[in-house]
T-cell receptor, first 113, second 114 residues
Framework: DQQVKQNSPSLSVQEGRISILNCDYT??????FLWYKKYPAEGPTFLIS?????DKNEDGRFTVFLNKSAKHLSLHIVPSQPGDSAVYFC????????????FGKGTKLTVNP | DAGITQSPRYKITETGRQVTLMCHQT?????MFWYRQDLGHGLRLIYY???????DKGEVPDGYVVSRSKTENFPLTLESATRSQTSVYFC?????????????FGEGSRLTVL
């Protein structure tokens, strides 16, 4: 039973436009959410996170929105750049714990010049 | 350069062979993790370690053995490799359990079992 779901395996966006990556979760105990970015042949790198006490967190071009009632979070990238092309993983944890961080399957974002 | 390194980066082996993937980190992070990445499954936790000599199972531990005699090393051993263990393996570390879940990953080890 998948607790963190990224239902779109891929997304293609034009450079300069907004990219919206979505993530749904089923476990109501999750209270900390993270996004990781992964380039081919590299390990994932941390991008941005949000605590369940917030509904929005912004870092430059990246904004994560959390809708607790819908158990849904999204990552917005504005404006999208070709260098943003990567696989994005959504992850969730309970009480911010590092162990047993649960990852989604990932969404491959392609930003076309 | 400090960080987390994995070796080998690429490995081809045969069914039934023993394989060990190495992971070394220079940050003295307490927590270390092994994940595997497969198409259609994302990242799944195999084993993790909270400190030297303390290890625990993750989501998919069967067929794997870990040890952590030193804080900086966390080797993963496949005692008798199977084709289903063909995957990309990522080691990761974290300063503490409550480090808001942020992990630092190595570059990965691509293992092919023939």
């Amino acid at each position: 039973d998948q607790q963190v779901k990224q239902n779109s395996p891929s997304l293609s966006v034009q450079e300069g436009r907004i990219s919206i990556l979505n993530c749904d979760y089923t476990n109501s105990m999750f209270d900390y959410f993270l996004w990781y970015k992964k380039y081919p042949a590299e390990g994932p790198t941390f991008l941005i996170s949000i605590s369940s006490i917030k509904d929005k967190n912004e870092d430059g071009r990246f904004t994560v929105f959390l809708n607790k009632s819908a158990k849904h979070l999204s990552l917005h990238i504005v404006p999208s750049q070709p260098g943003d092309s990567a696989v994005y993983f959504c992850a969730a944890s309970i009480q911010g714990g590092s162990e047993k961080l649960v990852f989604g399957k990932g969404t491959k974002l392609t930003v076309n010049p | 350069d400090a960080g987390i390194t994995q070796s080998p980066r690429y490995k081809i082996t045969e069914t039934g062979r023993q394989v060990t993937l190495m992971c070394h980190q220079t940050w003295s992070h307490s927590y270390m993790f092994w994940y595997r990445q497969d198409l259609g499954h994302g990242l799944r936790l195999i084993y993790y370690s909270a400190a030297a000599d303390i290890t625990d199972k993750g989501e998919v531990p069967d067929g794997y053995v870990v040890s952590r005699s030193k804080t900086e090393n966390f080797p993963l051993t496949l005692e008798s490799a199977t084709r289903s263990q063909t995957s990309v393996y990522f080691c990761a570390s974290s300063a503490s359990r409550m480090n808001t879940g942020e992990l630092f990953f190595g570059e990965g080890s691509r293992l092919t079992v023939l």
